[in-house]
Nanobody
């Protein structure tokens, strides 16, 4: 059974850093694109970053460029989102999601609707 579990959220001061982890089971990363999404209260879920099944292609929302880095460790079946220079507007529940894209595919997309499998989310709060 395919499962996705996020962790690493918490309370951090503005300018601080967090690293989110997304551990997947029941499938291998080589076949799936993985995305990080977030949803703030009263707002729609939005794409933050994604990484292709090949691991060679990444994509970032404008709000994340230069501050966030997505990476993965196939041996650990884990995708990471390193978030630096955090701002209060980054406060949201962060979700990890997967979509089958084909072995070694370079496809990436930040649209929520593409993704079929979702984790339960992890809260990130940026506040002084």
């Amino acid at each position: 059974q395919l499962q996705i579990v996020e962790s690493g959220g918490g309370l951090v001061q503005p300018g601080g850093s967090l690293r989110l982890s997304c551990v997947v089971s029941g499938f291998t990363l080589d076949y799936y694109a993985i995305g990080w999404f977030r949803q703030a209260p009263g707002k729609e879920r939005e794409g933050v970053s994604c990484i292709s099944a090949s691991g060679g292609s990444t994509n970032y929302a404008d709000s994340a460029k230069g501050r966030f880095t997505i990476s993965r460790d196939n041996a650990k079946n884990t995708v990471y989102l390193q978030m630096n220079s955090l701002k209060p507007e980054d406060t949201a529940v962060y979700y990890c999601a997967a979509v089958r894209a084909g072995y070694g595919s370079s496809w990436t997309d930040l649209k929520v609707d593409w993704y079929d499998y979702w984790g339960q989310g992890t809260q990130v709060t940026v506040s002084s």
